[in-house]
């Protein structure tokens, strides 16, 4: 059963960094998509990046975060990183940390059945 458990968030001024941690154990299959989604309460959960585990090693990211966001994994650490540059207020909300097996990178929440309990992110003055 796969696990995971994010960390990292914070509140953070604008213009400022984060980097949010996702540790995972449990992954068995042969490579499984990581993503990074968010939520804003009354709002739908929105993705933010993905990353592939497998050869082609894919990635995705929202418009929104392109040039800000970088998304990586340590494979020795079973960690999967999101570094998050130049924030902005916009960028507040609940971060999630979601996988899936044997599936190539998807901006559809729907997609993905195993997640983490969330980190929130604040930023603010």
């Known amino acids: 059963q796969v696990q995971l458990v994010e960390s990292g968030g914070g509140l953070v001024q604008p213009g400022g960094s984060l980097r949010l941690s996702c540790a995972a154990s449990g992954f068995t299959a042969d490579y499984y998509a990581v993503a990074w989604f968010r939520q804003v309460p009354g709002e739908e959960r929105e993705v933010v990046s993905c990353i592939s585990t497998d050869s082609e090693g894919s990635s995705y990211y929202d418009d929104s975060v392109k040039g800000r966001f970088t998304s990586s994994r340590d494979r020795a650490k079973n960690t999967i990183y999101l570094q998050m540059n130049n924030l902005k207020r916009e960028d507040t909300a609940i971060y999630y940390c979601?996988?899936?097996?044997?599936?190539?990178?998807?901006?559809?929440?729907?997609?993905?059945?195993?997640w983490g309990r969330g980190t929130q992110v604040t930023v603010a003055s």
């Open positions: 979601a996988a899936e097996p044997d599936m190539g990178c998807s901006s559809w929440y729907g997609d993905f059945h195993s």
